[in-house]
């Protein structure tokens, strides 16, 4: 069982990102995934996240409007549109799930939002 986020970078702000969660081992559309962000001197948070099959969608205030959280199961992965970045979203982001009671997390990626 594994998680493996990618797609981060740098963008200018107003700019857009797409990150990716990608499962191997298990089907991921079977659980609810999170997105979470941590930023340097700062505590990890929740951004967004999704509940399994395609369940409700939930974002902090400070990025509603903003991104999208999504399934792709054909490539048994969430993905998260980020639009319209802002230097605040600078952090590194992490995806999570939670599966029979174990918390797996993927790799850190790195975004940076700077002009």
């Known amino acids: 069982v594994q998680l493996q986020a990618s797609g981060g970078g740098l963008a200018q702000p107003g700019g857009s990102l797409r990150l990716s969660c990608a499962a191997s081992?298990?089907?991921?559309?079977?659980?609810?995934v999170g997105w979470f962000r941590q930023a340097p001197g700062k505590k990890r948070e929740g951004v967004a996240c999704i509940g399994e099959r395609d369940g409700p969608t939930f974002y902090v205030e400070s990025v509603r409007g903003r991104f999208i959280i999504s399934r792709d199961n054909a490539e048994n992965r969430v993905l998260l549109q980020m639009n319209d970045l802002k230097p605040e979203d600078t952090a590194v982001y992490y995806c999570?799930?939670?599966?029979?009671?174990?918390?797996?997390w993927g790799k850190g990626t790195q975004v940076t939002v700077s002009s």
């Open positions: 081992g298990f089907s991921l559309d079977s659980y609810g």
């Open positions: 999570h799930t939670r599966k029979y009671g174990v918390d797996y």
